[in-house]
T-cell receptor
Framework: GAVVSQHPSRVICKSGTSVKIECRSL??????MFWYRQFPKKSLMLMAT?????????EQGVEKDKFLINHASLTLSTLTVTSAHPEDSSFYIC????????????FGPGTRLLVL | SQQGEEDPQALSIQEGENATMNCSYK?????LQWYRQNSGRGLVHLIL?????REKHSGRLRVTLDTSKKSSSLLITASRAADTASYFC?????????FGKGTMLLVSP
C-alpha cells in the first residue's frame, strides 16, 4: 500500500519558537495533502487542504498565519507552527492522495508536538 | 456538518466476544470509512463502504451502511486483546474526510 511518512515523530519546543513538520508520500505523487489536528482522546479535525503548487485551503477557525502550509512538490508538504504556545500542543497528522477527487487518503503516523 | 458520531464512546469486552460500534452522520456521502488508531499512533484504514453498498466484509470485520438512516455499523467478531484501540468512522464528501468522535474499544484477555 501507499506509504506516507512524517518527520519528526515527536518534538518538544519552547514557547515562542516555530516548529516545522514534514509530510512525505514515499511511493506515489500526492496531488493533494491534508493536515489534521487531534487532541487527546478526541477526533481528528481537518485543518487545511493543500494542492501542489497552490495555496492551502484552511478550515474555518484555523489561523493561516499561525499554521503555515507549503506543498512545494508532489511528494512533500510542510506544516510550520509559528510562535508556538502551549495550547498548540497536539498530535498533528497528515494524509495524502494522488488526485483531487475521491481517491483514498493515506495517513502518516503523526507528529506529537509539546510546547513548554 | 456531516460529522460522524460514534456510539458507544467506550466499549469494554472480553476476548472472543463480538464488538459492535455504530456511526451516524448528517448529510449525503460518497462513501464511509472506518479507521483504527492505537494510542498515540497514526490511523490505519480498515474498510471502505460506498454509498450504494449495504454490507461489506473483510476478515473479522463486517460493516453495514444504511443510507436511509444515515448510519453505519462496524462489527468485529471473535475479538482479541490486540484489537484494543480507538475506532473512527469518517464520511467522505467529494474530496475531504470528516471524522467522528470515535469509540474506544478495550478487549481484556
Amino acid at each position: 500500500g501507499a506509504v506516507v511518512s512524517q518527520h519528526p515523530s515527536r518534538v518538544i519546543c519552547k514557547s515562542g519558537t516555530s516548529v516545522k513538520i514534514e509530510c512525505r508520500s514515499l511511493d506515489f505523487q500526492a496531488t493533494t495533502m491534508f493536515w489534521y489536528r487531534q487532541f487527546p482522546k478526541k477526533s481528528l479535525m481537518l485543518m487545511a487542504t493543500s494542492n501542489e503548487g497552490s495555496k492551502a485551503t484552511y478550515e474555518q477557525g484555523v489561523e493561516k498565519d499561525k499554521f503555515l502550509i507549503n506543498h512545494a512538490s508532489l511528494t512533500l508538504s510542510t506544516l510550520t507552527v509559528t510562535s508556538a504556545h502551549p495550547e498548540d500542543s497536539s498530535f498533528y497528522i497528515c494524509s495524502a492522495k494522488p488526485g483531487t477527487g475521491r481517491e483514498t487518503q493515506y495517513f502518516g503516523p503523526g507528529t506529537r508536538l509539546l510546547v513548554l | 456538518s456531516q460529522q460522524g458520531e460514534e456510539d458507544p464512546q467506550a466499549l469494554s469486552i472480553q476476548e472472543g466476544e463480538n464488538a459492535t460500534m455504530n456511526c451516524s452522520y448528517k448529510t449525503s456521502i460518497n462513501n464511509l470509512q472506518w479507521y483504527r488508531q492505537n494510542s498515540g499512533r497514526g490511523l490505519v484504514h480498515l474498510i471502505l463502504i460506498r454509498s450504494n453498498e449495504r454490507e461489506k466484509h473483510s476478515g473479522r470485520l463486517r460493516v453495514t451502511l444504511d443510507t436511509s438512516k444515515k448510519s453505519s455499523s462496524l462489527l468485529i467478531t471473535a475479538s482479541r486483546a490486540a484489537d484494543t484501540a480507538s475506532y473512527f468512522c469518517a464520511t467522505a464528501g467529494y474530496s475531504t474526510l470528516t471524522f467522528g468522535k470515535g469509540t474506544m474499544l478495550l478487549v481484556s484477555p
